[in-house]
């Protein structure tokens, strides 16, 4: 049986949802995906609708080399602002004395304007513990001063 793009969300979408979450821990990031995915699945409806195509497999693997695509960008982008982080160093005489999570904070918050919030939503970490380690860099160079 054919199926078209609608019906394809009303079946599976839920549980390739349920899939995407459980690999990015993030609801909202998930669904992002999800639609991204079914924005390209418009292209591949022939492929499924193919005969013997089991569709939920061919789901779980658009969305993994959707997700795999995505992270190799995300880990692209991670190194480039390590590198960001490292040119901070002839700015600041105190970050040679912080950890790499220290500095790895306090140059997000002090130079790259982001919240702590945001920190820990990109670094997957409680926000707590964000907190401790800006505090702890503040105390760094309260004391260096």
């Excluded at 969305?63 to 982080?85: I, P």
């Excluded at 790499?100 to 702590?116: A, P």
Aim: aromatic share 12%; proline share 1%.
């Amino acid at each position: 049986m054919p199926y078209s793009l609608n019906e394809l969300y009303d079946k599976y979408a839920a549980m390739l949802l349920g899939y995407i979450s459980g690999i990015v821990d993030d609801a909202k990031l998930a669904e992002q995906h999800l639609v991204s995915i079914y924005n390209k699945l418009a292209l591949d409806l022939s492929e499924i609708n193919t005969e013997g195509c089991n569709v939920w497999c061919h789901l779980q693997k658009l969305a993994q080399k959707h997700l795999s695509g995505f992270y190799d960008t995300a880990r692209a982008n991670n190194r480039a602002e390590q590198t960001d982080v490292n040119s901070y160093y002839a700015r600041n005489k105190f970050l040679g004395l912080m950890s790499e999570e220290q500095k790895l904070v306090f140059c997000y918050v002090y130079y790259k304007g982001k919240t702590t919030s945001q920190i820990a939503a990109e670094l997957k970490k409680p926000e707590e513990s964000i907190r401790k380690a800006l505090k702890e860099a503040f105390i760094i160079i309260k004391r260096g001063s």
